[in-house]
């Protein structure tokens, strides 16, 4: 087995955990999280909120040190995919991200003939029940189980990021639906905060 620590970033000579914060966002100049479906149908998810924002790179390219060392990346926008593209599947990676690279839009991207539109949270709950014998009636938000209604889904996972601790307050949050067959990127939420709050 080969000494696996030598890859810890805390483990180079010379660096500290506030040392390595403020080079995070050198190595890459992220500004926006994107929260997805892990449905393979919408890998265009990502390009086309780059896209809508004109100012993102995505995917980018990797940059190499002299030596051939992966050392960073040109992209601006990185992808978070869940189940349902929802919101409390991602609170932990905005968090980090959030404090590694100091990013400023969090993007939730609700898919046409998602599979969370398929069964209620009752219905899941139920087949759990019946199928595994458990109960996770209380292991999970109920609202955040499946889709009933993209404009209220989307409302509500913008909501749940705002009022989270782990979401820092001066973040733009957005809600968009995409078509999976058409490729369009509709917003349907906007949640910018003011630059001067009282």
């Known amino acids: 087995m080969c000494d696996l620590a030598k890859f810890r970033f805390l483990n180079l000579p010379g660096l500290d955990e506030a040392s390595l914060r ?3 966002p050198t190595f890459v100049p992220m500004k ?19 896209e809508h ?14 030596s051939g060392n992966k050392v960073g990346a ?3 926008l990185f992808a978070v995919a869940n189940a ?20 400023k839009n969090v993007v939730v991207v609700h898919h046409s003939f998602c599979g969370a539109t398929s069964f209620t949270p009752e219905g899941l709950i139920e087949a759990f029940k019946k199928e595994e014998g458990v109960d996770i009636s209380s292991a999970y938000d109920r609202e955040s189980l499946s889709i009933a209604d993209y404009e209220k889904s989307l409302k509500y996972d913008v909501a749940l990021l705002r009022s989270n601790t782990g979401v820092p307050k001066h973040l733009n949050l957005y809600g968009f639906f995409y078509n999976i067959d058409s490729g369009e990127l509709v917003e349907v939420v906007r949640d910018i905060p003011s630059p001067n709050p009282t």
């Open 22 to 24: 403020s080079l995070f």
């Open 32 to 50: 926006t999280l994107v929260v997805y479906c892990i449905d393979p149908r919408v890998s265009g998810i990502p390009k086309a909120v780059a």
């Open 84 to 103: 349902g593209g929802r919101a409390i599947g991602a609170l932990q990676s905005v968090s980090t991200m959030q404090y590694l690279f100091n990013f």
């Open 74 to 76: 040109t992209t601006t």
């Open 53 to 66: 924002f004109g100012d993102e790179i995505y995917p980018g390219e990797v940059i190499l040190d002299e």
